[in-house]
């Protein structure tokens, strides 16, 4: 069947991202994950906590209403393509993991090794547009592919974060600009910012 989501706000997430790719596609099929099984759009208290920070990230932030700057999207830099949604007010979440057996391996059809010669200004223009064509292909695969062919879901019942709390403001004694408290680190009986605190104790 494919993806669900109108294509007019395919095109608007696009937009907001300001390219297509793989990874957006993927954050595209999980916020469609997350409309389906918790209707992510329309309850009060949701939150997503993300362990990678791939493009995916601004699909579903577009797409779902879980936000860096409102504090209901936490990102823990684990490195893995798992993301945990979750509805406080009615405790039922779930968390998904893209599979490696959908993922395939870019090994195997050298989209990992062009990209490193694109990157290094290296590639020619054939391997460019093999590049695409492979992009192309694996965008096509990812939207239209069931959702249970794409992740490994977990149901949980309790919630993967803490709500957000509001910290008092400490005056960093180098710099003098305020930081949050449990940010602070103390540096001979100085109160110190992570900047002027790395400054002052980082080994030569």
Do not use: W
Request: proline residues 2%; aromatic residues 6%.
């Amino acid at each position: 069947m494919g993806c669900l989501i109108k294509k007019d706000i395919i095109k608007k997430t696009i937009e907001f991202h300001g390219h297509t790719c793989p990874g957006l596609a993927i954050g595209i099929r999980l916020s469609e994950l997350a409309m389906e099984k918790l209707d992510i759009k329309n309850i009060q208290n949701p939150v997503c906590v993300t362990e990678t920070d791939m493009c995916a990230l601004d699909a579903v932030q577009y797409l779902t209403g879980c936000t860096y700057g409102k504090g209901n999207l936490i990102h823990k830099d684990y490195g893995k393509s798992a993301f945990t949604f979750f509805d406080r007010t009615s405790t039922k979440g779930f968390r998904a993991i893209y599979k490696s057996d959908f993922r395939g391996n870019n090994k195997n059809n050298n989209m990992g090794k062009i990209m490193e010669k694109i990157t290094a200004g290296s590639a020619t223009d054939h391997e460019q547009k093999l590049y695409q064509e492979m992009r192309q292909s694996s965008i096509k695969k990812i939207m239209d592919a069931e959702l249970d062919e794409i992740f490994m879901v977990t149901e949980i019942s309790k919630s993967p974060v803490r709500p957000a709390r509001v910290l008092n403001s400490i005056e960093c004694k180098n710099c003098k600009e305020m930081v949050m408290e449990s940010r602070i680190r103390i540096f001979e009986g100085i109160n110190l910012c992570i900047p002027c605190f790395i400054e002052k104790e980082q080994k030569i």
